[in-house]
């Protein structure tokens, strides 16, 4: 299991780094070590004039996997734009509670709660809902103790406050591990669930050039499935 972020990709605009489960993407309340923190800090190390880390996109704490960050103000621009117009596109892998269908599209209107951090599925017609839309396929499905449990390649095709969480509670496969979203598993304690960013494709803001970053996770539940052997 990764407990350390790991350096993915890095050039003088910007750097694609791996988040472990259970650390924050940014400072937070809690004051432990952060994605932005590190970045700042190995940037330093390595003697770097004037560093600067710029936050484009978020994974929730509980989740890891790969997060792209600009290191000019000038790229947060680029990079922003890109993400709005889905042209950062974003694969997770997941584990869910449940036979899923081989493939689906989920398409709900999301409604966060500002108070309680969470976000529910709504009528399209309540106030300040978001349309929120992804794609899953079933890559694997497993059996333990008379329970099915099916590994998801999930495509996030809009970015809403717990989306994956949120949409595949709703849809009866709920993610392993998720005590906020899964009933099933309440009673669970740990700062991590079984969704990962593994994948990001996207054109370079500067260069053009074609970017393919992927990265596996290697922590529980997903080494019970033989895909990843």
């Known amino acids: 299991?990764?407990?350390?972020?790991?350096?993915?990709y890095e050039d003088e605009f910007l750097i694609c780094a791996i988040k472990p489960a259970g650390i924050p993407t940014q400072p937070d309340k809690t004051g432990d070590m952060d994605m932005v923190t590190f970045l700042n800090q190995y940037l330093d190390k390595g003697q770097c004039k004037n560093s600067y880390i710029g936050l484009i996109h978020r994974l929730d704490r509980p989740v890891g996997g790969i997060l792209i960050f600009s290191k000019k103000k000038n790229i947060d621009y680029k990079?922003?734009?890109m993400l709005l117009k889905n042209e950062i596109k974003k694969d997770y892998l997941s584990v869910v509670c449940g036979d899923a269908k081989?493939?689906?599209t989920l398409e709900n209107y999301l409604l966060k709660n500002g108070k309680t951090n969470l976000s529910c599925v709504v009528d399209k017609k309540i106030k300040n809902a978001k349309k929120s839309v992804l794609t899953y396929e079933k890559l694997q499905m497993i059996k333990e103790e008379?329970?099915?449990?099916?590994?998801?390649?999930?495509t996030l095709l809009t970015g809403r406050h717990?989306?994956?969480r949120v949409q595949l509670s709703y849809a009866g496969i709920p993610i392993w591990g998720d005590t906020k979203y899964n009933v099933l598993q309440k009673w669970q304690r740990g700062n991590i669930i079984a969704l990962w960013a593994y994948q990001l494709t996207f054109k370079h803001p500067i260069t053009n050039e074609d970017m393919l970053l992927k990265y596996f996770p290697e922590n529980d539940p997903f080494f019970r499935f033989t895909i990843f052997e």
């Open 1 to 8: 299991m990764i407990k350390q972020p790991i350096i993915l």
């Open 79 to 81: 990079l922003s734009q």
């Open 102 to 104: 081989q493939k689906d």
């Open 146 to 154: 008379e329970k099915y449990y099916s590994l998801l390649k999930i």
């Open 162 to 164: 717990h989306q994956i």
